[in-house]
């Protein structure tokens, strides 16, 4: 029983070494590329933060002119087709002001008062026209204008074929130049860059806002960029 338990051992241990050595040599060959493809986008939708500033000795005073102001301001922005979903106020707020005479000594103090809304623009055609309403209306500070798309699946479903066939083109040009074939597809990463809102110019408050409203809008264009690499075994 011991001889026979002892075969069958020394057959195991046999059995390993032969597959030992080849599988430890055994190495994978492998490709790897990076392929990159783009997609543009002509902006479909518009963020904008519009404003009203007032001033005035008195707190309550301002705070009232600037109520009058910025309620002038939304009814303009909704006869201009903005729906009231689309604007949302982002800053309410009230502080002091010490003002100072020539002579550089203290004088009275001035209340300022800032209401902020920030609107979405779903039909840019009308952008400039909607921004003179608005300055007409009151709002006398703009603070951007940011271009985006409302809908980048299409975009970015393009972007990544095209990177994938960036890719795949240099692995054939790659496998021919070195004489060799390529396998099967081991492992797939990509990396997307989606385009942030485009900033469009900066307007300031008081009477810069007119001057930045008359400006001609140019939403230009957006670019998504997707990267893929792609991991081949070769032949």
């Known amino acids: 029983m011991r001889t026979k338990f002892f075969v069958v051992i020394l057959a195991l241990a046999l059995l390993l070494s032969a597959c030992g050595p080849a599988a430890a040599g055994q190495t994978s060959r492998t490709l790897n590329v990076n392929g990159t493809g783009q997609s543009y986008l002509s902006p479909d939708i518009a963020y904008i933060y519009v404003g009203v500033h007032t001033e005035n000795p008195v707190a309550s005073e301002a705070v009232t002119a600037n109520k009058t102001q910025t309620t002038s301001v939304i009814d303009a922005l909704k006869k201009a087709g903005i729906a009231e979903k689309d604007i949302r106020t982002t800053n309410f707020s009230i502080y002091p002001s010490q003002q100072y005479n020539a002579d550089g000594t203290t004088g009275g103090t001035t209340y300022m008062v800032d209401n902020t809304v920030y609107i979405v623009v779903r039909d840019l055609q009308g952008l400039g026209d909607l921004l003179d309403s608005a300055i007409k209306a009151g709002a006398n500070s703009i603070n951007s204008i940011q271009f985006d798309v409302a809908d980048k699946t299409a975009a970015l479903k393009e972007a990544r074929a095209n990177a994938v066939k960036d890719a795949k083109d240099q692995a054939q040009q790659l496998a021919d130049a070195a004489g060799v074939k390529l396998g099967d597809i081991q492992s797939i990463n990509f990396y997307e860059s989606t385009p942030v809102p485009f900033t469009e110019g900066k307007g ?24 893929v690499s792609l991991t081949y075994t070769i032949k």
């Open 204 to 227: 300031g408050g008081g009477a810069a806002a007119p001057q930045a409203a008359s400006v001609p809008i140019q939403p230009g264009q957006l670019t998504i960029t997707v990267t």
